[in-house]
């Protein structure tokens, strides 16, 4: 008992006279930054010039792949004082397309995107389109590269179905209802006309089986129950589908029902149908499962499902959308690609048959894909570089990008995207983890097109008694574990 006291005051003094000498070094030596390693030597030294040096002429691999990827022209320049983030506006059309563009997307790790130029836009139907009205859009930006009449308020037929999706979406991803809930079938479910299914009432099909059938085959049905299951009532369901129109600054729409069948003052616009399904596709990713069947089964294989939507069988990198048609309406369609990472979305409306609006949608895509390109500059969270700093407990800390940078370009103008580096170089603890240190700006002739912050990927704490005691004791017990 007596030997276990002893040898507990020795490893006690020691610890003590090993922080006593740590402090006074310390003191002694301001400019002289700490590194501690596991296989030296507990403490090793390196002066800050000398970090500072090997830091200037280091550069991660990350980095290197990001810049060559996106042929940058880059700028270092060193600054002490960083200029506060500023908002990028995409450019629009002369319809007014900023104030109405979709401003609403939820998550925090959005993309910072911005239009290439602002004459992106091609109003002036060169494609000699014969629909009633057109739009084609890039779908992370937002931006208009095509716009045939795409504010003027026609009917949508089924395509009004995209707003009942993103709100099944919404309650789904929200928690409110799972893919495994059996829904029943209403008596004003099974009463509906147009596509269907043909429920019966009572009969129960799950949340999962009622979106194979409202992408694939449009059952009217399928959605009225899943309206009422939501909301209780159809006209509680369109009530939030108005409401949530607004939200996404849709001012061409009024929804009358939630399937889509001609009703007087049910209209919205190509303008309205591109931002619903751009917040459908950006947000609720998963929904592609579903749009992208070409052929399917339900009820144990007893019902036969082909997708209305034939561009997902006959065009390249097709992920949906949502046809729609009616006497009155005419032939619609939101027709949404993705090829090399450029994703396009082309809405159709009152095309007078079925072909030309297949054929004109397909039009438009092959005009983005032709003219376009989206550019991934850097992602959120990739090492930028190491940096020096000072009077921590750490010598080095990573920078790493904020968020995603992206931008749409036509096609050969990524050599001439430069990208300008703004860091202050003076780093000093304490410095607090996601702490912002710089940004880096890309610009395209003369045009700022992306920025986001250079932020500090750990927290670095500031060389005090305390500081460095605790410091060298985890290390410490550390080493001895291992």
């Not at 310390?26 to 030294?45: M, N």
């Not at 000093?428 to 500090?456: F, H």
Request: charged share 20%; glycine share 6%.
């Amino acid at each position: 008992m007596r030997l276990n006291k002893k040898i507990i005051k020795i490893i006690s003094v020691t610890l003590i006279i090993i922080t006593i000498f740590t402090f006074t070094v310390v003191l002694a030596t301001d400019d002289t930054v700490y590194v501690w390693s596991s296989e030296t030597e507990p403490l090793s030294t390196q002066t800050n010039a000398n970090l500072q040096n090997t830091t200037e002429n280091t550069q991660t691999n990350e980095n290197q792949i990001n810049k060559a990827d996106a042929n940058v022209v880059e700028k270092n320049v060193t600054k002490s004082t960083i200029t506060n983030e500023i908002n990028v506006n995409n450019t629009s059309n002369s319809q007014n397309n900023t104030t109405k563009s979709n401003t609403n997307t939820t998550s925090e790790n959005k993309t910072t995107q911005t239009s290439a130029e602002e004459t992106t836009t091609d109003n002036t139907n060169s494609l000699n389109l014969e629909s009633g009205g057109a739009i084609l859009i890039e779908q992370k930006t937002g931006q208009v590269l095509y716009d045939h009449n795409m504010h003027e308020q026609l009917r949508p037929a089924s395509v009004t179905k995209v707003m009942s999706l993103l709100l099944i979406m919404e309650a789904l991803d929200s928690g409110q209802i799972s893919l495994t809930d059996k829904v029943p079938c209403t008596e004003d479910a099974a009463g509906m006309g147009g596509s269907q299914i043909w429920l019966e009432v009572g009969e129960e099909l799950t949340v999962d089986e009622m979106l194979k059938a409202i992408c694939v085959v449009s059952a009217n049905d399928c959605t009225v129950a899943m309206a009422d299951y939501l909301c209780g009532s159809q006209d509680a369901f369109v009530q939030k589908m108005n409401e949530r129109a607004k939200e996404l600054g849709m001012n061409d729409t009024t929804f009358k029902n939630c399937h889509g069948i001609d009703e007087d003052g049910h209209v919205t616009s190509a303008y309205d149908i591109a931002l619903m399904s751009r917040e459908l596709l950006n947000n609720h990713p998963t929904i592609l499962n579903y749009t992208t069947i070409w052929m399917d089964t339900l009820r144990d294989g007893e019902s036969e499902l082909v997708n209305t939507n034939k561009l997902i069988r006959n065009y390249k990198g097709a992920t949906g959308l949502k046809t729609g048609s009616t006497s009155v309406a005419l032939y619609n369609l939101s027709a949404s690609a993705t090829r090399e990472g450029l994703s396009l979305i082309a809405v159709i409306m009152k095309a007078p048959t079925t072909k030309i609006r297949f054929a004109e949608a397909q039009k438009l895509l092959d005009y983005g894909f032709s003219n376009f390109q989206y550019k991934q500059l850097v992602r959120g969270g990739d090492i930028l570089k190491e940096a020096t700093v000072n009077k921590g407990v750490t010598s080095k800390i990573n920078l790493s990008f904020e968020r995603d940078v992206g931008v749409l370009l036509k096609k050969g103008e990524d050599k001439n995207v430069e990208q300008t580096i703004n860091i202050d170089e003076n780093l000093s603890a304490p410095i607090a983890q996601g702490q912002k240190v710089g940004e880096v700006i890309y610009m395209l002739n003369g045009e700022e097109v992306g920025r986001t912050n250079v932020i500090a990927e750990t927290g670095v704490e500031k060389k005090t008694f305390f500081s460095i005691a605790s410091f060298v004791y985890r290390n410490w017990f550390s080493m001895l574990r291992s």
